[in-house]
């Protein structure tokens, strides 16, 4: 297995520290992500220490191995200790870059968006000036390299499979979409511009409180509602729960401050994902008051009424 070393400083031993990448993958913050490690205080000044926090918070809220028996300091007020059990939003500034049919969508941090158009800019002039010879990279699966997309530009990608020299698998890494080329549209990522100068910044998440519709149609009508909506733009960001494979989130529209998934389930483009958890409830709540409104209104998937009583599995749904 090809795996990356990212040296970021060393001790005075001289033995190296920094980040080891598999596949694309930080293994530092998969364990912490799977309860298998706590953030250090040393990661305080790396520049995935925001990550390493996010992940550990997600792993300290799922309540499993290092974290199974952990429980927050008691407080001595009362008021405050009240406060803790409900939900904490802290609502960051994201632009959404990309959208995929599944209805998981990819964002990038406002505060590191002009390090990264810098970048962009830096590295284009500098391909300009010394072009990659055409066929001198030769693809392999979990490789770094930059690929020229449909709009003539050069973008950071990862290579994700490789079926021939014609057909291509590749993921850009500061955005989150996919696409099939040829491998001589490929070159190897310049050094001074890889994920250990500036990590990837396309982030995957979903939605929180909803059911992503099975059925084909209903969750086209629902993606094309998103694209049309909050594709390209500024959002805030908030993450509510933790996932199989990415963070559940709930975005607002940054003008508006309106729930983007709550205003699907207004519309009745999806159904709600009923949470358990006690500092929830309160969301919950607020979701199934407006699948109640758009179930009365039969719009859209509810517009031959409940379905879920006889055929909620045809329609991929669970009541």
């Not at 009362?78 to 939900?87: C, D, G, N, P, Y």
């Not at 990309?98 to 800019?121: C, K, P, R, S, W």
């Not at 109640?292 to 039969?298: H, I, L, Q």
């Amino acid at each position: 297995m090809e795996v990356e070393v990212e040296v970021e400083s060393m001790d005075k031993a001289g033995n190296f520290i920094g980040w080891l990448h598999i596949e694309g993958i930080n293994l530092s913050v998969a364990l912490v992500e799977n309860s298998l490690s706590k953030v250090h205080f040393t990661a305080e000044r790396s520049s995935y220490f925001k990550t390493l926090l996010s992940a550990e918070e997600v792993a300290r809220q799922r309540k499993d191995k290092i974290w199974a028996n952990y429980e927050e300091k008691p407080t001595e007020e009362v008021a405050q200790l009240s406060e803790e059990k409900e939900r904490v939003a802290k609502y960051r500034p994201v632009c959404v870059t990309e959208i995929t049919d599944g209805m998981h969508f990819y964002t990038q941090e406002v505060e590191t968006g002009a390090q990264l158009e810098n970048m962009m800019e830096t590295m284009r002039a500098e391909i300009a000036n010394q072009p990659p010879v055409e066929g001198a990279f030769t693809p392999q699966r979990g490789d770094y390299c930059i690929a020229k997309f449909t709009d003539g530009e050069w973008y950071r990608a990862r290579v994700e499979k490789v079926e021939s020299a014609a057909k291509v698998h590749v993921f850009y890494i500061d955005y989150g979409n996919r696409e099939i080329l040829s491998s001589v549209r490929l070159a190897a990522l310049p050094s001074a511009f890889g994920t250990r100068i500036l990590p990837a910044q396309a982030t995957e998440y979903t939605f929180a409180f909803i059911q992503v519709p099975q059925d084909e149609d209903a969750r086209a009508d629902a993606v094309d509602c998103l694209v049309r909506d909050i594709q390209n733009t500024q959002c805030l960001l908030n993450v509510e729960y933790s996932g199989s494979t990415c963070p559940h989130v709930t975005l607002q529209f940054a003008d508006s401050k309106d729930d983007v998934g709550l205003g699907l389930v207004k519309e009745g483009l999806v159904m709600v994902d009923v949470r358990k958890e006690k500092h929830l409830q309160k969301m919950v709540t607020e979701y199934l008051n407006g699948q109640e409104s758009a179930k009365s209104a039969r719009l859209n998937i509810w517009r031959y009424g409940d379905f879920r009583a006889d055929d909620a599995d045809e329609f991929g749904y669970r009541r």
